[in-house]
């Protein structure tokens, strides 16, 4: 639910499979699956996975979420989050991670491992995936792909 209120952008959180235009999944997501969410550039999924990345750190005092993303592209577009709320313990949960190259991904995914138990994140969240890793002969990717 956007709402827009004095030149601020502002989202009220929702459980999007009780919304009237989404449909939910036809299988349930299982723990410890991958997921890929994609779609065209501009259509929320960032916002979207800040989201789900909010309700995993609220929902579990023990979790942990690791976002890695393009600094130009979040800060280009910031995705629309809730205002403020007494989450802020919960939100010091999600660590943003910064990166540009694909192998800058592959070095971090490589040493997720020496992490010691209570550190290593639950969910991990690489956003713009196209932008990362693009097609063979597509240029250097960007646009879609959340």
Request: overall charge negative.
């Amino acid at each position: 639910m956007l709402a827009v209120k004095r030149g601020m952008r502002s989202w009220e959180p929702a459980d999007f499979f009780e919304l009237a235009n989404v449909d939910a999944p036809q299988e349930e997501i299982e723990h410890g699956c991958h997921c890929l969410l994609y779609g065209p550039e501009g259509c929320g999924k960032t916002t979207l996975l800040f989201q789900h990345a909010l309700a995993v750190v609220r929902r579990d005092s023990d979790a942990r979420v690791l976002f890695i993303c393009k600094r130009e592209a979040i800060e280009s577009c910031p995705p629309l989050l809730p205002q403020a709320s007494g989450d802020g313990e919960a939100a010091t949960r999600i660590h943003m991670k910064y990166l540009s190259a694909d192998s800058e991904v592959c070095k971090l995914a490589s040493l997720l491992h020496l992490l010691p138990p209570g550190e290593q994140p639950s969910l991990i969240i690489l956003d713009q995936f196209s932008g990362f890793f693009p097609h063979p002969g597509s240029g250097s990717g960007g646009g879609g792909g959340g």
